[in-house]
């Protein structure tokens, strides 16, 4: 039995981890400081900010936050 096309798989798999390898995108650090500064200007109040994520296999429905506080400190909901 011949190891050749053992190993070319083996080539073919690698070569197809390494081409869907991508670096992040420069913009995400403005973007996320442009975030932080537009909760920083949300007025104060008794509100909640949501994020809605639907997936009917979870039973899930988002995150919710309280005014002014950044999304690490959001509780999930559902």
Excluded: Q
């Excluded at 994520?53 to 506080?69: C, E, I, L």
Aim: hydrophobic residues 40%; positive net charge.
């Amino acid at each position: 039995m011949s190891l050749a096309p053992h190993k070319s798989f083996v080539f073919f798999l690698a070569l197809c981890s390494v081409s869907s390898c991508a670096t992040v995108p420069a913009g995400g650090e403005s973007a996320r400081l442009t975030m932080s500064r537009a909760i920083a200007a949300e007025p104060p109040g008794d509100y909640f900010v949501g994020r809605r994520y639907f997936n009917p296999a979870y039973h899930f429905w988002g995150y919710v936050r309280r005014p002014g506080r950044p999304w690490s400190s959001a509780v999930w909901w559902c």
